[in-house]
């Protein structure tokens, strides 16, 4: 029952699913949550506000103004302990996508400071169109939450992906989030993000493709179940969510992320290495652009220092060094000898033999693997849901015996 006390928001916007808002409310109110409705003009079309404001015990909010007053958007963000938009059409869910008011919705949208969750129904083209696609992944990346959509029967006869999901999952979806809201409070982690750039001479320099993304969903993911994140990431165009648990230290170098790390982690419980660090920088970073001349070029390169194997040598009984192995070959082989090498409590083994998996894309493929020999392999899913899977893992060992997911 982590629902109970809980405030949160309640928007309905215009589709046929508007109806399930009437048991969503009722369940939510049954749970102990103080639920304020609020509904978009398209919304009413489908169920009264009467019947909200009857199941919420509160007057439903349908416009930015009324006759009588202003209804303050920006208070009702702020008293939020969640925002949850079911259902969610294609039309919201594209103004959420860039940032348009001009309803009460879009108005709390923009400024709720609480996690947001939305629940999506439309009819299977417009689930399916690339442009609803683009905006879900893009409110994704924003840090929402998306309630995945149910598959059945819809309104237009068509059968297929659009239904919005059913109340009873939604709540139990909520109810755990709160709970896990608590699992992590008190814990705090640190995480290696993104590539580094090793300076050749003032424009150049030596890198690779890490996007940052696997890293940011792990911060994300235990930020969102209460730990205080410290996020130390190399240079990466991906946006970081503005969440009160993470802070972030953007470095550039091997260097400057060994340094950072080694500062932060003491105070750490758990650290996760998914940074893509150089092992190698050039010798001697050249202070002038490096001309070209009719001969070839020798580059003298040097180790840089290994952030994981230094953590593991600082590593205190009560503390857990996960690390990440991304392979080309011989895949098991490499992970386990990095898991010994390093002192990691676990390895994450991602492999670029996988379709989707490693670098940059949304989703990665990975295999856990313990000191014990015993080994965890996982379908291909997006990286929140990895990072979700890493993080059950830690959970298990962290508090044994909890009734985590292991
Ligand atoms: O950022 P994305 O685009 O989302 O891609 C994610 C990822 C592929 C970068 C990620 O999933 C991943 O595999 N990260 C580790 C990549 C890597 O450098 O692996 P490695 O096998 O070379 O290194 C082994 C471990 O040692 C890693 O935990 C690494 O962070 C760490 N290491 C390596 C070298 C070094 N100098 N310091 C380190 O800490």
């Not at 059913?166 to 008190?186: C, M, S, T, W, Y």
């Not at 190399?234 to 060994?258: E, L, W």
């Not at 386990?336 to 670029?352: E, P, T």
């Not at 015993?374 to 059950?392: C, G, H, M, R, Y």
Request: contains cysteine; proline residues 4%.
């Amino acid at each position: 029952m982590s629902l109970r006390g809980k405030k949160i928001v309640l928007a309905v916007t215009g589709s046929i699913a508007a109806y399930k808002a009437a048991f969503l409310t009722r369940l939510l109110v049954k749970q102990g949550a103080e639920v304020q409705v609020l509904m978009t003009a398209d919304a009413e079309k489908f169920i009264s506000p009467l019947t909200l404001a009857t199941l919420s015990k509160k007057k439903v909010i349908s416009a930015l103004t009324d006759a009588e007053q202003w209804s303050d958007h920006v208070s009702l963000g702020l008293w939020a302990d969640l925002m949850l938009v079911a259902p969610a059409t294609a039309n919201t869910l594209a103004k959420f996508a860039v940032g348009i008011c001009d309803n009460i919705v879009t108005a709390v949208y923009l400024s709720a400071k609480c996690p947001v969750f939305f629940a999506p129904a439309m009819d299977l083209d417009m689930w399916k169109h690339p442009s609803t696609q683009h905006n879900i992944k893009r409110l994704v990346s924003f840090g929402n939450r998306m309630i995945p959509v149910g598959h059945g029967e819809l309104a237009s006869g068509l059968v297929g992906d659009g239904r919005m999901a059913e109340p009873e999952d939604i709540v139990r979806l909520l109810d755990n989030h709160f709970a896990e809201g608590n699992q992590f409070k008190g814990k705090t982690a640190l995480v290696t993000a993104g590539p580094t750039y090793e300076p050749i001479d003032p424009v150049r320099f030596i890198g690779n493709y890490s996007s940052g993304k696997m890293g940011i969903a792990l911060a994300t993911g235990l930020a969102n179940r209460g730990a205080k994140v410290n996020l130390v990431i190399g240079p990466s165009r991906i946006s970081i969510p503005d969440h009160p648990n993470i802070k972030v230290f953007k470095v550039t170098t091997a260097q400057q992320m060994y340094d950072k790390a080694v500062q932060l982690y003491p105070e750490c419980d758990v650290a996760i290495m998914a940074a893509a660090v150089a092992d190698y920088r050039p010798k001697q970073e050249a202070a002038e652009k490096i001309k070209k001349s009719a001969s070839d070029m020798t580059l003298e390169l040097e180790k840089t220092p290994d952030i994981a194997a230094g953590l593991g040598k600082m590593k205190q009984s009560h503390q857990l060094n996960i690390g990440f192995a991304l392979e080309t070959n011989d895949e098991e082989a490499n992970a386990k000898a990095k898991l010994v090498k390093k002192n990691f409590d676990f390895i994450v083994l991602n492999s670029l033999q996988d379709p989707g998996a490693g670098f940059n894309h949304d989703t990665n493929k990975i295999t856990i693997l313990k000191k014990d020999n015993t080994q965890k392999n996982f379908e291909l899913k997006s990286k929140t849901e990895v990072a979700a899977d890493i993080i059950d893992e830690i959970a298990g060992m962290l508090f044994p015996g909890n009734g985590n997911h292991n």
